[in-house]
Structure formats: C-alpha cells, structure tokens
C-alpha cells in the first residue's frame, strides 16, 4: 500500500505545473493567428500583404512547438518539485509569452532590422530562461542519472541554438533574411533529431 | 507491482499530448466566435451582415468539433509515444490553427468564390495532415488489432472526405453554396455514423 | 488486478470531454472581458460608459459558472461515454459559445429591448442544450440511481428557468432591468441552494 | 479495494476544479499580452510608449502568478469539495479576471493616479476573495493540521499583503510610483520565501 501510495504520489508531481504550462502554451500559439487579420479584398493581392506575417507565424509557431516538446520532456524528469522549479518555470513562460508580441511587431513590419534583431534577442533569452528551469531541476535531483542523459543532450543543442540566435543579431541588420534562415534552422534542429532519439528510446 | 506500474504507465501515454491538443483545439473554436462583433444597431437589421459570419462559425464549430471527437478516438489507441507522433500532431494543429482565419475571411466577404476555395483547400490539407498522424501512430503500433479496424473505418470516410473538400475547389467558382453545402454534408457524414458505432461499441 | 483495471477504467471515462469543455468554458468566461476595453480618460466619468458592459459581464460570468459547476456534477456521473454524450456535449459547448457575442451587444447597447430578448433566448437554449445532454447521459445509464436523483433535482429547476427566461423575452420590451433582474435571480438559484444540497451530500 | 478506491477518489477531488482554473489563470495571464500592440515603426522610439504596458504587464504576470502558486498550494489540501469552496472559487476567479481590464488601462495611461488607485482596490479585493476561499476550506476539514499550518502561514502575509495594497490607493495620489514600487515588493514578498519554505519541506 505505502509504495503504491508514493507510487500515485510520484507518478505526476508536475501534473498541474504541466496543466498550466500547456494552457498557456497553446494560448501563445493560437493567439499569434489573431495576427492574421481577414482582408476584406477577395482576390489572390489582398492576401499578398499577409504573406511576411504568416512566415512570422509559422516560424513562432514551430519555435513554441519545440519548447512544448521539449518542455513535455524535461518535465516528465521531475520527481520532486521546488518553489525554484515553479518560480523558474513562471520565468520561462513570461519570456514566451512576449513571443507573439515580437512575432506580430516583425511580421506587420516586413521582417525590419531592428524587429529581426529583437525577435533574435527573445529567442535568446527565452532560451537562457529554459536553462535556468533545467538548473533548478536538477538542483532537485542530483541524484537522478536518465536527467543527467538528457540535460547533457539538450545542453549541447542548447549551446548551439544561443550561438546561432546571437549571430542573428548583428545579421539582422546586414540581411534581415539570413537571420530568419537561421530561425528555421535552429527549429530544425530541435525537430528532426529529436524524432530519432525518441523512436531509439521508446 | 511492475504490471500495475506498467498499466500506469500506459494508461495514458498521451496524457499531455492531448492535454495540449485539447488546449488548442478549444482556443481555435472560441476564438472564431470573437469574429462575431457586436453591431452598434439595436434591431434585426443590425444583425443581418453577420448571417454569413454566423454560418461561417457553425461550419468550421462543426469541423474543429469533428477534429476533436476524431482526435480524442485516434489519441486513445496510442500506447507509446514517438517524437514522430509529436511531430504529426504538432503539424496537424497548425493547419487547423489556420481555420479562424479561412472562416473570418469567407464569413465577412460573403462567401466570396476565392475564400470558399482557399477554406476547401485548407480542409484537404487538415485531412491530409490527419491522415500523416494517423500513419505516425501506426508505425509505432504495427501489431494493435483494435487500432486496425479503427484506421480502416477512417481511411474510407477519409477518402470521401478529401475527395468532397477537393471538388468544392472548382465548384466554388461555380456556385460558392454548392461548395458550403459540401462542408455541411461532410461534418453531418462524420458526425452522424460515428454515434451508432460507439453506441454498438461501448 | 482486473477488477482494479475496470476501476481506473471507469474513474474517469469523461476525463477528455471534460478536459474540452473546461478550457472551452474558460475561454468562454475570459474572452468576455476582452469587451472591457480600457478608456483613455483617467477619471471616474470614463469608466462610466463601461457600467453596462460590466454587468452584464458580471451577469453572464454567473451564468457560465452555474454552467461550468452543474456540467462538472453532471459528468461525473457519466460511467460510460457514448458518441451521443460527446455530440449533445458539443451541441451545448456551441450554445454557451454564442454567450460572449449575446453579452457584447447587450452591454454596449445599454440593454437596449431586443439584445435583452436575444440574450434570454440564447439562455433558453442554452437550458434546452444542456436538458439534451441529461438525456444523453440518462439513455447510456439507465440502471443508475444516483444519477435519477440529481437529474430531478435538475429537471425541476431547469423547469423553472425555462419559464422564467421565456418570460424575460416578452418582459424586455415592456422595461428591460426587470428582465436584467430575471437573469440575475435565476442564477442565485442555481448557486445558493447547491451549496446546501451539496454540503449535505459529502 | 476499499481503501485503494477511497484513495483514488480522495487523491484529486480537486481535480476538475484545479483544471478549471488553471484554464481561467492561464488565459487571464495570456490576454494580457494583447495589450502589447506591434507598434508600426521599426526603430526603438515606436517601442518607447509601450515601456508603461510593458511594466504594467510585468506586474500583473507577477501577480497572478503568485495567485497560480499559491492557488496551487492551497488546493493541494483539499480532500473534500463543497459547493462553498467551488462559489468561492469562482468569486475569486471573477475578480482576477478584472485584473487585464485594470492592467491596461493603468499601462496605456502610463499610471495615472486614479488608474494605479483603482488597480491597488482590484489587488485588495482578490486578496480577500482568496481569504474567503481558505475560510471556506477550512470550514470542510476542521481537523487538518497541515492545513491549519499553511493557512496560518499564508494568512500573515495575506494581512501584510492587503495593509501594502491599502495604502497604496492613497499614496498613488501623491506618487504613483511609489504604489507600483508596492505592488513589486508584495509580489516579490511572496516568491521569495515561499522558495525556502518549499525547499525544506520537500
């Protein structure tokens, strides 16, 4: 009885912190289509102007998709929760949740340097905000091996994925393009290794 | 103990997928209502140019509800989760993401040929990517008995289905009513068979 | 072990449907105060035009809560989902949905007869969707005798509402507050003697 | 078996209630964003008006999301659910989902001192709205120790919490800065310790 009952209690210390997290994870994607105004025109022109907002769009939509994965998995980790784990979490989702914000003010503007540049700076700091739920959730768990896999695996992506959003700043303003290029890149990245990894694992 | 662990485990494996899911669907269904806006006028004249808004509305409720019924089977038979899966389902909430926006743009022009085109258009696609997840969850679960019979009920009103959404392109242009016509006819081909096949089943 | 399968089977066969429903009424209930837009003057006088629009918010989130909290005692009395439950489910998730719009018009309108009217007939069918569902309910469980007792318990204050908001329809054009003062009283009906019953009850 | 059921039933009876809320939280969080309009010019000074929303969201996110923990916390205790606790609920739920409304038109009128008044009102009456959903938890479990300890603890800074949001409406008339100085140090009041206190305990 008493292992079944640590077991129950075990299973899903995280459940609400999940429920929340998704709640407000699906709210930040679906809000970014509100952006996608319905032209009144009713011919192929009249949807031309939406084109640099629905690239927005799509680019936003696959970087909160990934964080949702990956958020999916680090929190399936958690054994234990801390006040840190939830304060950190707190962080990560306030970063994410300006996403569609600089997601809207980089479409409506035509991907504009300093709207690039800014987006570019988001996805950093969303990215640090992440690494500091992964600190906290290990500070919970120094003990717990199968985390220590996938902290060091998200970690090496995790560098890359800084690097490349950091270069992304300065390249706004030499062509605002490459630095979208390097956006998609880096959700490529996160998406398509990360199907082998799990179909290996499962 | 392990069997009553393994059966926690697998009980539902989709647990937050379609946690998640469900989020989203439920946000793309009510923000369509928020196209519905609130005229100055106070009598019926004032509400008559929303007629084609509101029949815009109760198509796509009708079509994301259909989604979420279908979803809610399909997610049930998956005893294991891939990133391949993940990847699916993601792919497929971004295309349905997109009806608020097809539905707002043909409900306010009227039914305009062009937007009754490009909203069939994205109804295929929807399917398609259903179809992608389907065969994701599939490919995971190559020896589920009970997931065969399912699939194959789906395949064939999934055919039909495409194949209606794809000749409401050309007929669009045609008669747009013919076209939502075609909507109607197959949400009520989802809707209705389903109730005597749970009926027997449950 | 099998009997415990059953169990965990039977717990919560709702659990999706209400996962839906819940988030579906959540948006519901917060979308509703989008429509209180931020005035731009900084004094008392320039919330005063927002007087009405925060009533009937006011007004309708008291109607969404009794729905939230009778749907929440209805499911859980739902030992078996059938496709008839999830339709008539989605059927009223389609009616309470329309309650943001009916809210909005009437509020800006300043209770103007006709939005207090069209407000009381979507409350009326809203009653009528949710009496469905009961009979949904009721029609996969038969042989259940707790679910007798709560359906009455229901039928007879849903009773009473349908005659009170068909009253409130004709009422609007003769002054609407007394109509206004209908809604209210009928929703003070359904939240104080729930506490009794249920205080009792657990 | 019997205890295993009572287990199961008692574990979460919370549960949908939980999931409601969490729904309401998540939305009223995200809505708030929206107030964050792209601006259309693309340099720093199009950015500048929206440094007052920025800080007005700040504070609001902070501020719900203390409510979201401490929510948590508190439902955590909860082994039976009456209907009080769920009208309580619901109360609080009302005036949290003010707090957008209060937030905007504070930030867009860069915190005019009848604004920041109005918002430290709103604070207060949440706060109390929380101390009558404790009142009605403790009225269901007279005999929970832990319980009694947590509110015990969370009533102390509860008192703190509404003399701080008390005095703030006055001294926004003097210097609103200093109000939303407050309005900082109780949010920050509240993360702060409840880490350490969470950290010995788990």
């Known amino acids: 009885m008493s292992e079944q009952k640590h077991q129950l209690k075990t299973k899903n210390p995280a459940g609400r912190l999940e429920a929340f997290s998704d709640g407000v994870l699906a709210i930040i994607v679906t809000i970014m289509v509100l952006e996608l105004k319905a032209p009144h025109g009713t011919d192929w022109a009249a949807i031309k102007p939406l084109v640099p907002v629905l690239i927005s ?15 999916h998995h680090l929190l399936h980790t958690v054994k234990r929760l801390s006040a840190g784990i939830m304060l950190a979490n707190l962080h990560l989702l306030f970063w994410l949740s300006l996403v569609p914000f600089a ?8 991907f504009a340097p300093l709207t690039v540049a800014v987006y570019a700076g988001l996805l950093c700091v969303c990215g640090l905000a992440y690494t ?5 959730i290990e500070a919970c768990h120094r003990d717990d091996l199968r985390l ?4 060091e695996r998200h970690s090496r992506k995790g560098i890359f994925s800084v690097i490349a959003y950091l270069s992304a700043i300065p390249l706004a303003y030499v062509e605002p393009y490459i630095s979208v290029g390097i956006f998609f890149l880096v959700a490529i990245v996160w998406l398509v290794p990360e199907r082998s990894f799990l179909m ?3």
Chains 1, 2, 3, 4 share one sequence.
């Open 103 to 110: 997601t809207a003010w980089m479409g409506e503007n035509h």
């Open 200 to 202: 290996e694992e499962d």
């Open 132 to 136: 500091i739920l992964q600190k906290a």
């Open 148 to 151: 220590k896999t996938v902290m």
């Open 57 to 71: 769009y799509v680019m936003s939509f696959l970087f909160v998709g990934v964080y949702w994965g990956n958020h």
